[in-house]
């Protein structure tokens, strides 16, 4: 059992380049988030996706788009990376919105030059 | 902006040693209070979700309860291992969605 799979696990990216972010699960959860997670600011909600068809921004989502390309597959995109969007990103799942446990998949390093 | 405080931010104790992890959150209107562990270069693994309506939950040698009223939830664990070192998070849920702490770094001396 899977759970929640994001791709790639690392990356590097010079200022400008663009780059999509997967994430799916296999668990049929209705919601998928993407959080990123940096030292001394704890875990921040970039979009979420509360249900299959729809998207909302969470905390921090300038820079960023998402695609909830069906119900297990989440995207994120950067379209002109920075070097402030340095960090580890984690996509997370939940059955619903509201009441249920978050699972995370194991997280994405990436840095830009 | 709800707000999720974790005292102390690292702690490090005897194996063996019960012990007591805390979390304040500012919200009035929790939906539940989750509790997670980070594993260095790994996601987030739940330990334990407590609804609003709940006080405490158990699993195994992990306790976890709830106070509203005081906006605190504490984390219990019980004849600590190494295996338990981590970073342990609290999240809680209100109306505008899950606020993380920024975790306590735990360390269980061999």
């Known amino acids: 059992n899977a759970g929640v799979t994001q791709t790639p696990k690392f990356q590097v990216l010079k200022t400008g380049q663009s780059m999509t972010l997967q994430c799916a699960q296999d668990m049929n959860h209705n919601s998928m988030y993407w959080y990123r997670q940096d030292p001394g600011m704890g875990l921040r909600l970039i979009y979420y996706?509360?249900?299959?068809?729809?998207?909302d921004k969470g905390e921090v989502p300038n820079g960023y788009n998402v695609s909830r390309l069906n119900k297990r597959e989440f995207s994120l995109r950067l379209e002109s990376a920075a070097p402030s969007q340095t960090s580890v990103y984690f996509c997370?799942?939940?059955?619903?919105?509201?009441?249920?446990?978050?699972?995370f998949g194991s997280g994405t390093q990436l840095s830009v030059l | 902006k709800q707000e999720v405080t974790q005292i102390p931010a690292a702690l490090s104790v005897p194996e063996g040693e019960n012990l007591v992890l805390n979390c304040s959150f500012t919200d009035s209107a929790i939906y539940n209070l989750q509790w997670f562990r980070q594993d260095p270069g790994k996601g987030l693994t739940s330990l334990l979700l407590?609804?609003?309506?709940?006080r405490e939950q158990t699993s195994g040698r992990l306790n976890a309860s709830l106070d509203k009223s005081s906006g605190r939830s504490t984390l219990y664990i019980a004849a600590s291992q190494p295996g338990d070192s981590a970073t342990y998070l609290c999240?809680?849920?209100?109306?505008?969605?899950?606020?993380f702490g920024k975790g306590t770094h735990l360390i269980i001396q061999p």
């Open positions: 996706s509360a249900s299959e068809g729809t998207t």
């Open positions: 999240a809680e849920r209100g109306a505008d969605g899950l606020t």
């Open positions: 407590i609804q609003s309506s709940q």
């Open positions: 997370a799942s939940s059955e619903l919105w509201s009441n249920e446990k978050l699972f």
